[in-house]
């Protein structure tokens, strides 16, 4: 208590960078397929993707499908799809991240 603050405010702001790291959960997926919860999100690195802030996956296994979820520029989003897309060799559509609104 009360102990020089300058000298422990570095390894403070490791730890709150740890923790907000450690904070920033996978996003809810749902099967753009069934729109069942998908349980095993997967992070994919985007640091070398200009624009993308943050891509997850996560695999349906009874539609054998993939669905994407990818935060970030909207002209870098599409660029991603359309790659995806390109590899995947079909349509790739956006996933579910927040709850639906109306149909
Ligand atoms: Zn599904």
């Known amino acids: 208590m009360g102990q020089a603050k300058s000298r422990g ?13 450690a904070s920033a959960r996978p996003p809810v997926i749902r099967c753009n397929a069934c729109r069942a919860e998908l349980p095993d999100v997967e992070a994919i690195d985007t640091r070398g993707l200009k624009g993308i802030e943050l891509a997850f996956r996560a695999h349906c296994a009874p539609c054998d499908q993939d669905t994407w979820a990818v935060r970030g520029e909207a002209a870098a989003v599409r660029a991603f ?7 995947v060799g079909q349509k790739v559509r956006m996933g579910t991240t927040r709850p639906q609104l109306d149909d």
């Open 81 to 87: 799809y359309d790659a995806l897309e390109k590899s």
């Open 9 to 21: 405010s570095r390894d403070d702001r490791v730890a709150q960078a740890t923790r907000l790291g």
